[in-house]
């Protein structure tokens, strides 16, 4: 570190993703927790086992957002740990991502063993929160020199270094429970601190304890290479205690302390007194930026005269069904809807009136001042801002698609597009923005699908009913994000009337009721392409015994932002 030869875990691999970016004045800002999520993300594509977060941000309940809930869950099924700072704002709360229940979360302590005041503490941290020093830490800073910092976001590197040491030595790179063993050796082995008598009951910390976990790490392979009855060469499988592998720097080792002399955050924390040559705080974890900001707006929407549309495929594309829904993002933005509606009169919020506004009252170039956005049951899911050469057709039809929401009863709408940055709404929520294609949006009532499909004078009949719970089966229970490519395919199945047409005539006449949608990789596709094999199954509720189960298939290309339909259907019966 720094040329000094500081450091935990030799001969490791980094991969460095950047979160954070700075403003226009230069000043570290922090990330969205959809920006987090899909830097997890990429650490688990690109192989990552371990993934140290050093930043966080706080949180009334510690449950995140899906996105982030999601890209964390999807670490802990392929067993890669994650480990993140608690934050020093020092305050009962919980912190993000720390608190999520799979992340191991970090806290500073002194040279000592004493907690460091500074540690966020809320009730999901207090369970699970592992010490680590953190005060007067050895960073490399410009000029190949080293400094001195405190914080937690320092001390939950110390603790992935010594997670990489436990995989290295245990060799579970690639096993799916990797993340538990190395938790468990961790947690097992650390040494506990109890609050004051007053406190005892409410919870205990743990401190990591490096000869504890050295000599449980020697357990631990012996055993192993007695199960496995090999033998295997000292140099390099068995963990000499005299190796440096597993020792931290002599001043960093934390020594056993007695139980009678631990104190805990809410009494006077001992901290260390040495003076510090700088400390470093870390930007947190949260969107910090204007409305509309778009975080990162690389890969936008070009004319197609100057776009290679194989392109697109590198893009994050996004196929939704939900309704269409607005947000004001600013106070000021809404007091200027309030005072064109009327003041007193108008009310912003309706959507009625916004849209009696926005198109009776011939205001529709009044439409980029709000934040359109798409809803899936109500909750915000896109921001949509259009912003290629059809802007102004795309704004018109948006506002078309409200009006006919709140006057006509329209249902739903589906849009197409690229995802382009993130947009920060009036409640502080944020989510992705996408840029929609005009040839992608489009809006619908069952009760006309099912007279598209069927005609008009079928629209009374039992079919027909039929029909309309076959696409309301489709709509509710399917509800997804459609950003990943199998959730694209089952959208865009959804809103292909032609083709539910062809299976629905067929599963009619045998008297099948839908039973599951799925999608899966398709074997055999083209260059350039991403199929994926959509599959209805149904099957007969009153011969469930004795009748099998029917199967369609039809191929859907979703890698343009506009999903295709490619083959024939086709169909067979399973048992």
């Known amino acids: 570190m720094g040329g000094k030869g500081v450091g935990i875990a030799e001969n490791v691999e980094i991969y460095n993703i950047s979160v954070f970016h700075e403003d226009s004045q230069g000043k570290l800002q922090g990330c969205s927790e959809l920006t987090l999520a899909k830097a997890i993300n990429e650490a688990r594509q690109q192989g990552c086992h371990i993934i140290n977060i050093s930043g966080a941000s706080l949180s009334v309940n510690g449950r995140g957002s899906d996105d ?6 999807n670490c802990q099924q392929a067993g890669i740990l994650i480990i993140a700072a608690v934050g020093n704002e020092g305050i009962n709360q919980e912190s993000l991502p720390a608190s999520l229940d799979s992340v191991l979360a970090v806290g500073a302590c002194d040279k000592d063993g004493y907690p460091a005041k500074f540690n966020n ?20 800073i410009a000029g190949n020199n080293i400094s001195l910092v405190s914080g937690s976001s320092f001390a939950a590197p110390i603790i992935t270094g010594f997670s990489a040491l436990i995989i290295r030595a245990l060799s579970l790179n690639g096993n799916n429970q990797a993340a538990k063993v190395v ?19 409410i919870f205990t910390l743990h401190r990591l304890n490096i000869s504890s976990l050295l000599q449980r790490v020697q357990q631990e392979l012996t055993l192993y290479l007695q199960n496995r009855n090999t033998i295997m060469s000292t140099e390099d499988s068995i963990i000499n205690p005299s190796s440096t592998d597993l020792y931290l720097a002599p001043e960093n080792v934390i020594m056993p302390a007695t139980e009678a002399n631990e104190n805990y955050i809410f009494e006077a924390a001992k901290l260390s007194s040495q003076p510090q040559s700088s400390s470093l705080t870390l930007p947190e974890i949260n969107d910090s930026a204007a409305n509309n900001y778009v ?19 590198h893009q994050e594309k996004v196929f939704l069904i939900g309704t269409i829904g607005y947000d004001f993002g600013t106070e000021a933005r809404l007091d200027y809807f309030t005072q064109v509606m009327g003041n007193g009169q108008g009310h912003p919020f309706d959507p009625q009136q916004m849209a009696k506004h926005l198109v009776a009252g011939d205001n529709i170039e009044q439409s980029d001042a709000l934040i359109w956005v798409l ?3 109500g909750i915000p ?3 949509i801002k259009p912003d290629s050469q059809f802007a102004v057709l795309e704004y018109a039809r948006i506002v078309n698609f409200l009006n006919d929401q709140e006057e006509e009863g329209v249902e739903r709408v589906s849009v197409s597009g690229v995802v382009t940055g993130e947009t920060r709404l009036f409640n502080g929520q944020v989510i992705p923005t996408v840029s929609p294609v005009l040839r992608g949006m489009f809006n619908w009532k069952s009760r006309d699908l099912v007279e598209l499909v069927l005609g008009k004078d079928a629209l009374s009949t039992p079919k027909a009913d039929e029909l309309m719970n076959f696409i309301h089966r489709i709509y509710y229970e399917l509800r ?8 694209r395919a089952i959208n865009y199945a959804a809103t292909n009337a032609y083709q539910m047409l062809e299976v629905f005539d067929d599963a009619y006449k045998e008297s099948l009721f839908l039973n599951t949608i799925s999608a899966v990789v398709s074997p055999v596709s083209r260059p350039d392409s991403d199929c994926w094999d959509v599959v ?22 979703v890698s343009d932002i506009m999903p295709v339909t490619i083959g024939t259907l086709r169909s067979w019966y399973v048992y």
């Open 295 to 313: 975080h990162a707006p690389i890969n936008r929407v070009k004319p197609q005269a100057n776009f290679d549309a194989r392109h697109v495929r």
């Open 536 to 557: 209805l199954e149904f099957f007969n509720p009153k011969e469930r015994l004795t009748t099998a189960r029917k199967l369609y298939r039809y191929t859907i290309d």
């Open 381 to 383: 899911v896109y921001a």
């Open 375 to 377: 809803k899936v049951d």
């Open 480 to 487: 997804n994000r459609g950003y990943d490519s199998h959730e």
């Open 183 to 201: 938790n468990r050796l961790l947690f097992e082995t650390a040494t506990k601190l109890q609050p004051p008598a007053l406190e005892r009951q």
């Open 121 to 140: 503490f809320g009730h999901k941290l207090r369970k699970k929160m592992l010490l680590a020093p953190g005060i007067s830490i050895p960073v490399a």
């Open 68 to 73: 982030l809930r999601k890209a964390v869950n």
